[in-house]
């Protein structure tokens, strides 16, 4: 079983940054890519980023290209999405996500219990 915890998330204003992290435990983390989904209220789960884990690639929702980065420190089984230039429409909870075949669906094996965050105007 593998374990992922999401922490990182807040209360920021429009135009800040957050950072998220994913700690992985349980199973060996670097065998599975990573990626991160995010849920407002009253909407569908969205992906948002994902990063393959046999070369490392990386995959954006296409309006988040330019301000989310997601990326990962294999020595610490941890993934992180560093989010900028916020917007109030970014206001969700955050999810981390782990499979061995990435993917922009909803469809991973192991997920987080997920992180608020919350964009103010």
């Known amino acids: 079983q593998l374990r992922l915890v999401e922490s990182g998330g807040g209360l920021v204003q429009a135009g800040g940054s957050l950072r998220l992290s994913c700690a992985a435990s349980?199973?060996?983390?670097?065998?599975?890519?990573m990626a991160w989904f995010r849920q407002a209220p009253g909407k569908e789960r969205e992906f948002v980023a994902s990063?393959?884990?046999?070369?490392?690639?990386?995959l954006y929702k296409d309006s988040l290209k330019g301000r989310f980065t997601i990326s990962r420190d294999n020595a610490k089984n941890t993934v992180y999405l560093q989010m900028n230039s916020l917007k109030p429409e970014d206001t969700a909870v955050y999810y981390c996500?782990?499979?061995?075949?990435?993917?922009?669906?909803?469809?991973?094996?192991?997920w987080g219990q997920g992180t608020q965050v919350t964009v103010s105007s």
């Open positions: 990063l393959t884990r046999s070369d490392g690639s990386t």
């Open positions: 349980g199973r060996t983390s670097n065998n599975y890519s």
């Open positions: 996500a782990a499979d061995v075949v990435p993917s922009t669906r909803a469809g991973y094996d192991y």
